[in-house]
C-alpha cells in the first residue's frame, strides 16, 4: 500500500512569514495526526483528526497554528506567523479507525527552518 | 514516555552483537506500546508493538519486553547490523484515544 505522502520536503521561510503543509493519509485511515519533531528530540503531537472532526488539537499554538481536514481525507497544517523556534520537522501520520493497539503509520516529513 | 535512570540517549553496538534499548515510560494505564526505528531524513518506522496484557513479543531480530511493575520497556535487537543505525524511540499509547507519546530516543551505531 501507498504511505504517507507530505509535501513539501523543505521548505525555509524568514521569521513572521507564513508556511503550509499538505498530508495524504494512507487509504482508508480515519485518523490524522500531526507532529512536531524539534531535533534531537521525540516528536510531539500537535493535533488529531478522526475522519474530519478534531479529536485532540490541547498542543497546538492556536495563536499561529491551524489545521484543518477537508472531507475526511487530506489534510493541511499551517503556521502563520512563524517564529524561529517554530524550526522543526512536521511530521503527518494516519492509523486505521477504531483499532486499539494498531501503530501510526508516519510520512517522511517536512523539515521548516525559519531564520 | 519519559526516560528515568536506565535510558541511554546513544549506545555503539558492535556489527554482530545484541543490542538492548531500554525506555521507562510515564502513564502507568498506557496500554499499548511500540518501538520506532528513525533513520536521518526519514519518519519513523513501526518496529514491532505489545500491549499491555503481555510480557513479551517476537519478531524477526527484534523481542520487546515489557515490565509492567517498573513501567520498562526494552527493545532487544539480535545479530545487529549496520543497517540497524538509528533513533529508536519508545512510544506508549493512551487508553480510550489513539495518541502516541513519544520518549527522548536512543542513537544506536553499529561498528564494522
Known amino acids: 500500500e501507498a504511505g504517507v505522502a507530505q509535501s513539501p520536503r523543505y521548505k525555509i521561510i524568514e521569521k513572521r512569514q507564513s508556511v503550509a503543509f499538505w498530508c495524504n493519509p494512507i487509504s482508508g485511515h480515519a485518523t490524522l495526526y500531526w507532529y512536531q519533531q524539534i531535533l534531537g528530540q521525540g516528536p510531539k503531537l500537535l493535533i488529531q483528526?478522526?475522519?474530519?472532526?478534531?479529536?485532540?488539537d490541547s498542543q497546538l499554538p492556536k495563536d499561529r497554528f491551524s489545521a484543518e481536514r477537508l472531507k475526511g481525507v487530506d489534510s493541511t497544517l499551517k503556521i502563520q506567523p512563524a517564529k524561529l523556534e517554530d524550526s522543526a520537522v512536521y511530521l503527518c501520520?494516519?492509523?486505521?479507525?477504531?483499532?486499539?493497539?494498531?501503530?501510526?503509520?508516519f510520512g517522511n516529513g517536512t523539515r521548516l527552518t525559519v531564520t | 514516555g519519559e526516560s528515568v535512570g536506565l535510558h541511554l540517549p546513544t549506545l555503539s553496538v558492535q556489527e554482530g552483537d545484541n543490542s538492548i534499548i531500554n525506555c521507562a515510560y510515564s502513564?502507568?494505564?498506557?496500554?499499548?506500546f511500540i518501538w520506532y526505528k528513525q533513520e536521518s531524513g526519514k519518519g519513523p518506522q513501526f518496529i514491532i508493538d505489545?500491549?499491555?496484557?503481555?510480557d513479551k513479543r517476537q519478531g524477526q531480530r527484534v523481542t520487546v519486553l515489557l515490565n509492567k511493575t517498573v513501567k520498562h520497556l526494552s527493545l532487544q535487537i539480535a545479530a545487529t547490523q549496520p543497517g540497524d543505525s538509528a533513533v529508536y524511540f519508545c512510544a506508549e499509547k493512551d487508553p480510550g484515544d489513539y495518541k502516541l507519546s513519544f520518549g527522548a530516543g536512543t542513537t544506536v551505531t553499529v561498528r564494522a
Open positions: 483528526f478522526q475522519n474530519n472532526g478534531v479529536v485532540d
Open positions: 502513564n502507568s494505564a498506557s496500554d499499548y
Open positions: 501520520a494516519s492509523s486505521p479507525q477504531g483499532q486499539v493497539g494498531s501503530p501510526l503509520h
Open positions: 505489545i500491549r499491555s496484557n503481555m
